[in-house]
């Protein structure tokens, strides 16, 4: 498992960690100098989004950088998975409205976005956290104690 730790700040420093999935031991780690605040394991490549995601870094397994992308989309990323080779970024397009976008890997083009809306506590789904797991979406949107919200998922034809 990757796993961003960041400074709660814009230009703050991270260590970017691969943990245990069973035991949560630390097995590697290598720092960032911005704040990166998801990340997502592809085969070769970890994929991360510095605050709100406006910029996108790849690098190799070792945390050497293989390049950096500004992010053209108005979604903010709060968290990113590859997901059948793609890149899926769950974030906020503005106050009232989030949404899950598909992005190609390498050149993050927008393939294909799920507008998303708000909890009945007024947070919105695509806050924070996000996993697509047996045809499954899960959401955990709020900071603090949260709900899970779990929706099926239709496959891909």
Known sequence: VW???AEYRRDGKSTIERRDKRTLERLESFSVDDHIGCVAAARELL???NWDSRQIYYWDRRGRLVKKHENRAANRYQDLKVVD???VGSGNLSRDEGAIDWLELNSLQLLRRIRAGK???GVLFTNEGMAFRDSKLYLLPEDGPSRLFVYQWPERR
């Open 85 to 87: 080779g793609e890149l």
């Open 119 to 121: 909890t009945d506590r």
């Open 47 to 49: 994929i991360g989004g």
């Open 3 to 5: 796993v961003p730790v």
